[in-house]
């Protein structure tokens, strides 16, 4: 069982940024691929965003984030994170983060997870 916990939302300004952590308890958390997906209102539930493999080596990105999003991950801290940077009104959402134990690529289907966690409001007025 892999518990997961968001935080590192806020307001923001267009043009600013914000870093999001994900912290997962359980043992399994350095062999999990993780992932994030949001949700803005009235649009698709959990777009993909980032993914990264368990390792934190490989990495994959929606076209709509690539180049300011990096997801990274910490596996001796159990914590995945995501920089945002030049933020932008479409970028407001729910941001979940997701983990999927013992697959070692990274994964960028919302069906390949298996654990969510409750989500973190993203918000960047313009």
């Known amino acids: 069982q892999v518990q997961l916990v968001e935080s590192g939302g806020g307001l923001v300004q267009a043009g600013g940024s914000l870093r999001l952590s994900c912290a997962a308890s359980?043992?399994?958390?350095?062999?999990?691929?993780m992932g994030w997906f949001r949700q803005a209102s009235g649009k698709e539930r959990n777009e993909f965003v980032a993914a990264i493999n368990w390792s934190g080596g490989m990495t994959y990105y929606a076209d709509s984030v690539k180049g300011r999003f990096t997801i990274s991950r910490d596996n001796a801290k159990n914590t995945v994170y995501l920089q945002m940077i030049s933020l932008k009104p479409e970028d407001t959402a729910v941001y979940y983060c997701?983990?999927?134990?013992?697959?070692?690529?990274?994964?960028?289907?919302?069906?390949?997870?298996?654990?969510w966690g409750q989500g973190t409001q993203v918000t960047v007025s313009s």
């Open positions: 997701a983990a999927r134990a013992g697959a070692a690529a990274y994964l960028i289907q919302k069906g390949e997870y298996d654990y």
């Open positions: 359980g043992r399994t958390f350095s062999s999990s691929a």
